[in-house]
């Protein structure tokens, strides 16, 4: 089974700090994604990444950053947390080759 | 024009009735598409993959699609209870580097 790992399932933080979401997948999956889920929006992507050190900008790319250092890890940043970044976070992964994503079990974050 | 779009519902069926849930897209490049089914409080979980026109069937699921109408559907049959949570639809873009998009999902709740 494909195991992706979200580094928290819960995450609580002050507007202004900077905020890091881990991602680690156990599939040697070449792609991951980083989605946030807000209620009536649906699944909103932010940023994906193709390869090591190789990224697109999603839909809402604004205020975050992301990093892939190493094919099984992929970390999304928020580079200054503010309260309308306060959502669901779902990293998913994918073989490529249109063979679906796989998701880990997601971060809810509320900034405070 | 987003790439995926959905009825939001919700749709609401009895016991035992077919739920059909649709989804159109707005690339005709795409080629491969996918539903999720998404438990409250819980991740997209991957239930349908279709690169085909016409229909793929999975024990109580069927996935259709019609790439000239740019339209794809999963028809639920015989639906149960714990068939109720928001089924969402999504696309894959091969032209970018296998990005996936979500619709925004249908919430469907079966009535015993």
């Known amino acids: 089974d494909v195991k992706v790992t979200q580094s928290s399932r819960y995450l609580v933080k002050r507007t202004g700090e900077k905020v890091f979401l881990e991602c680690v997948q156990d599939?040697?999956?070449?792609?991951m994604f980083w989605y946030r889920q807000d209620p009536g929006l649906g699944l909103r992507l932010i940023y994906f990444s193709y390869d090591v050190k190789m990224k697109e900008k999603g839909d809402i790319p604004e205020g975050y950053s992301v990093s892939r250092e190493k094919k099984e890890r992929f970390s999304l940043i928020l580079e200054s947390a503010s309260t309308n970044q306060t959502s669901m976070y779902l990293c998913?992964?994918?073989?490529?080759?249109?063979?679906?994503?796989?998701f880990g079990q997601g971060t809810r974050l509320t900034v405070v | 024009q987003k790439e995926v779009e959905q009825n939001s519902g919700p749709l609401s069926v009895p016991e035992g009735a077919i739920a059909s849930l649709n989804c159109t897209y707005s690339?005709?490049?795409?080629?491969?598409f996918f539903w999720y089914r998404q438990y409250s409080g819980k991740s997209p979980e991957l239930i349908m993959s279709i690169y085909s026109n016409g229909d793929k069937e999975d024990g109580r699921f069927t996935a259709q699609l019609n790439k000239a109408s740019q339209y794809v559907s999963l028809l639920i049959r015989d639906s149960q209870p714990s068939d109720s949570a928001t089924y969402l639809c999504a696309v894959n873009l091969p032209y970018n580097n296998n990005d996936m998009r979500f619709g925004a999902g249908t919430r469907l709740t079966v009535k015993p």
């Open positions: 998913a992964t994918s073989p490529g080759q249109a063979r679906g994503a796989f």
């Open positions: 690339d005709r490049v795409s080629q491969s």
């Open positions: 599939m040697d999956h070449e792609n």
